[in-house]
């Protein structure tokens, strides 16, 4: 089992030392990830948290982090595939992967926040379309000498794209637990990652990526099984989107439950602190590392 935490530059902390060199406290912990999240704008229920306060660029965020930091996986959780430009993304991350040292996790999906889309002029009806092209798009970037894409929004041949990933190739986690997340994992990612699902739904999941995966003649073991899973502060404060938060201030209680994701095969769980408080969020990241680590 291996444990990652989000770094809060998606609440508003207007001093962004704080934010970036709470990465090189959590390497220190041995979390063996961290993971930023993706909006644009604070509308919707970010601009009701968080109203002109900062959120951070999530790669601009990473890059920065990657530079303090030697050996913690660095993440995206998540990336909103549709809002991006996925030529423009590709060299974002093969550059972020090269100065790293090949240790950055690109967790994406399709995103569901109408105000926000509704904002960019994109189609929500086109968010599955997009998403899917733009994987295949970074994936035929990364790995090809010549590169070439042709479909009705893309169109280039044999051209040359510089850097590539360190390690030839970046992963690709998918996020989200709906019919087309699961499928779209299972066919085009390298890993699933939901979050504010119960155990008994990962499981349920996990066994359609499989089935999915016999059906393609692809090894399910390649795909790497994840979680998020919301950490708040105090016992009151339950995700309201998801209505399932992890008690921060008992970390028993975490590995208990995260135990019962391992049970279903779990590979990675990743803790997201629902704080604003740099002091807050490192005593619960402690309080994790303290007691959760070596039970697993």
Not at 22 to 42: A, C, P, Q, R, V
Not at 84 to 92: D, F, I, M, Q, T
Not at 129 to 136: A, F, P, Q, R, V
Not at 139 to 166: A, C, G, I, M, Q
């Amino acid at each position: 089992m291996k444990f990652g935490i989000t770094v809060p530059n998606n609440w508003g902390i207007e001093e962004p030392s704080e934010v970036l060199h709470i990465g090189k406290y959590y390497e220190d912990l041995e979390f063996d990830s961290l993971w930023t999240m993706d909006h644009l704008f604070n509308i919707g229920y970010i601009g009701k948290r968080l109203n002109d306060k900062p959120y951070y660029h999530p790669l601009a965020t990473l890059s920065c982090i990657s530079a303090l930091t030697t050996k913690i996986y660095l993440g995206t959780s998540i990336l909103v595939l549709p809002y991006h430009n996925p030529v423009e993304l590709a060299k974002y991350a093969a550059t972020l992967d090269q100065f790293s040292a090949g240790r950055l996790i690109l967790g994406v999906g399709v995103g569901g926040m109408v105000e926000e889309f509704e904002a960019l002029g994109i189609p929500m009806s086109q968010r599955a379309i997009l998403t899917n092209e733009s994987i295949n798009i970074m994936h035929e970037l990364w790995e090809n000498d010549l590169p070439s894409y042709n479909s009705t929004r893309w169109n280039f041949n044999n051209v040359t794209f510089s850097p590539k990933p360190y390690n030839s190739n970046i992963p690709i986690w998918v996020g989200g637990s709906s019919a087309g997340a699961i499928k779209r994992a299972a066919t085009l990612g390298d890993g699933w990652h939901p979050s504010g699902i119960t155990a008994l739904e990962f499981a349920e999941g996990k066994s359609k990526i499989e089935e999915i995966c016999t059906t393609i003649n692809r090894d399910p073991n390649e795909i790497n099984y994840s979680i998020r899973l919301d950490v708040s502060p105090d016992e009151t404060s339950a995700n309201p989107r998801h209505g399932l938060s992890l008690n921060g201030k008992d970390p028993l209680q975490i590995a208990e439950i995260v135990n019962t994701y391992q049970e279903k095969g779990l590979d990675h769980v990743i803790f997201a602190i629902s704080s604003s408080d740099i002091t807050e969020t490192k005593l619960i990241a402690e309080r994790i590392s303290a007691t959760t680590f070596d039970q697993f």
